[in-house]
């Protein structure tokens, strides 16, 4: 079975542009979840989706949303990007929301 | 709301030697606990995981992790340690039952450098 997989691998924005990260879960999984990696934070969760429905959501402004898609693929957008949204995003895919989450290579976003 | 303490975010260790990974956590609910590792530029690689029924809990490769309700620990150990197993680790909660939605809750990580 292919792993999770995540697009783009890198990403270069400067401040107030927007961007959108994708990822395809491992196929049958259904819960999709996103998380934010950065040095100084450690690793927080940012949302979950189900069956295209955003059913968690972490302490981000608004300004970070996302997406699922009916063949469980998600997007997370985050607009309006700041210098302190550089990080590694990974996204985690689980049969079910309370197994154990398999997680992709990241994204890795540098705001300059 | 659940929260996880690594007592150690660096640890030195020789090649051979045993080594402990020290992970406590906090819950008013019953939770499972994993451990993941993560390699520079990777994504996390799930380690072993404590779901139920045995608390002692192994990986294919040679890590060892045992649940102590009463302590709230985790601990992560392995007998002898290899070059390969440099990598930053991560002990991790979620709430059972499916309550978190999806929301693992992680230590701040603790780096093992394995030195020759």
């Not at chain 1, 259904?30 to 979950?48: A, C, I």
């Not at chain 2, 390969?84 to 450098?113: H, N, P, R």
Request: hydrophobic share 30%; aromatic share 12%.
């Amino acid at each position: 079975k292919a792993g999770v997989t995540q697009t783009p691998r890198y990403l270069i924005k400067t401040r107030g542009q927007q961007v959108t990260l994708s990822c395809s879960p491992i196929s049958g999984h259904r819960s999709v979840s996103w998380y934010q990696q950065t040095p100084g934070q450690g690793l927080q969760f940012l949302f979950e989706y189900f069956s295209e429905t955003q059913r968690n959501k972490g302490n981000f402004p608004g300004r970070f949303s996302g997406r699922q898609f009916s063949n469980s693929r998600s997007e997370m957008n985050v607009s309006t990007l700041e210098l302190g949204d550089s990080a590694l995003y990974l996204c985690a895919s689980s049969y079910l929301a309370g197994d154990e989450q398999f997680f992709g290579p990241g994204t890795r976003l540098t705001v300059l | 709301a659940q929260s996880v303490t690594q007592l150690d975010s660096q640890v030195p260790v020789f090649e051979e030697a045993p080594v402990e990974l020290r992970c406590n956590y906090s819950s008013s609910v019953s939770v499972y606990l994993f451990w993941y590792v993560q390699y520079p530029n990777q994504g996390l690689q799930l380690l072993l995981k404590y779901l139920s029924g045995s608390t002692l809990v192994e990986s294919i490769n040679g890590f060892e992790a045992e649940f102590n309700k009463s302590q709230t620990s985790f601990h992560l150990r392995k007998p002898s340690v290899h070059i390969s197993d440099t990598a930053e680790y991560f002990c991790a909660v979620i709430l059972t039952g499916g309550t978190s939605y999806g929301k693992l809750t992680f230590g701040q990580g603790t780096i093992l450098t394995v030195h020759p």
